[in-house]
């Protein structure tokens, strides 16, 4: 009996001592479970966090190229080298102010001294590749882009660029100069190739909001008119020195003048039908005053300008019927504009301080002799 006994209780005991082992075991798999998880843990925090904090454009390569025109984003993921421009990677900057601190005022205004284009870029480091410009210290309101209807004017532009540049970068402003250059010796059609260049500047940069048209010849005076659009149209070139600084009349609008994105479809853009010189101001202004839309001007004291002077293009005759067109706005604007424009680009070329887009915009209709 007691032998009996003895090996019930040796069996038992190695039953308890192996239910002990297996206890043991199990709560050395579940530390050890629990231990990885925790240490995984504190593994991704202490590596996500610091890089995050350090480079956060390595996560967000698609947004630093949206916000830095001209450049790609770095295929490697490697935060990139910080510019002038303003992206993800550097800090917020504020935004530029109303009244620019770095403006001069009243200029001196010369086309005596010879001006190459090779000087012109030395004096602008700042300007990108296409005449593109972002403030490196402020964040500004709107994206400018300024329009040139151009042919055979090289040495007007060389001027233009000299003057405008320092100008336009002093007033702080994000923007892009647009030359228009009319392929060919047929009339000249100024307000075509300010809807082409409208156009262009678009296809190159959806963010333009500000469209400045400005002619060749024309340079101001004075800094502080700034090259900004406003709630409505603004006409800039108010007192040039060939009218004795004075508007001629009321209702002129050329030379330079400056529309929204909103401004310029609303009017249906600007007529193309006005071949040779003259009219289409005109009826740029009669397409406003129709719209319900005011003129804002800026003070005589700072709306003035200085036209170099130059031998009327033999191909930019006046248009013997634009009194007649320009009576008719009301009716022709609808079917005359930016949603009528045709052309052909044959070349778009990007120089270091302007972009150049060559354009076929076709030849002017037969008109009746005279007399």
Request: glycine share 8%; net charge positive.
């Amino acid at each position: 009996m007691s032998r009996l006994l003895g090996g019930t209780l040796e069996r038992v005991c190695k039953a308890v001592l192996l239910l002990c082992l297996l206890h043991f075991l199990v709560a050395v798999i579940l530390y050890f479970d629990v231990y990885a998880q925790h240490l995984a843990f504190f593994s991704r925090f202490s590596a996500r966090g610091p890089a995050h904090a350090l480079h956060p454009a390595a996560s967000s390569s698609s947004s630093s190229n949206c916000s830095r025109p001209n450049t790609t984003a770095s295929s490697s993921g490697l935060p990139e080298v910080p510019s002038a421009l303003p992206g993800p990677t550097a800090p917020m900057l504020p935004p530029c102010p109303d009244s620019p601190p770095g403006l001069v005022g009243r200029l001196l205004i010369e086309f005596t001294s010879p001006m190459p284009l090779e000087r012109v870029q030395r004096e602008n480091p700042g300007v990108l590749m296409g005449g593109r410009y972002t403030p490196p210290d402020c964040t500004p309101a709107q994206t400018v882009a300024v329009i040139i209807p151009f042919r055979h004017r090289e040495h007007h532009l060389r001027y233009w660029l000299h003057y405008l540049h320092p100008i336009l970068r002093r007033q702080r402003l994000r923007y892009g100069v647009y030359v228009i250059n009319q392929h060919g010796e047929d009339t000249f059609n100024r307000a075509k190739l300010l809807n082409v260049g409208f156009l262009e500047a678009l296809k190159e940069d959806a963010a333009y909001d500000c469209f400045i048209f400005s002619d060749v010849d024309l340079v101001p005076m004075d800094d502080r008119n700034l090259y900004r659009c406003g709630d409505q149209p603004r006409h800039f070139a108010i007192a040039m020195d060939k009218f004795g600084f004075r508007l001629p009349y009321a209702g002129y609008f050329g030379g330079v003048s400056g529309l929204s994105k909103a401004q310029f479809l609303r009017i249906n853009g600007f007529p193309n039908e006005y071949w040779g010189w003259g009219g289409e101001d005109d009826d740029i202004f009669n397409r406003i005053s129709l719209t319900g839309m005011k003129i804002s001007r800026p003070d005589i004291r700072i709306g003035r300008y200085r036209m170099i002077k130059h031998d009327r293009d033999k191909h930019n005759e006046p248009n013997p019927q634009r009194f007649t067109k320009i009576q008719n706005t009301k009716l022709t604007m609808k079917r005359d504009g930016i949603g009528s424009v045709r052309y052909q680009v044959l070349e778009v070329s990007r120089q270091p301080l302007f972009t150049n887009i060559t354009v076929d915009i076709g030849r002017p209709p037969s008109w009746p002799p005279r007399g």
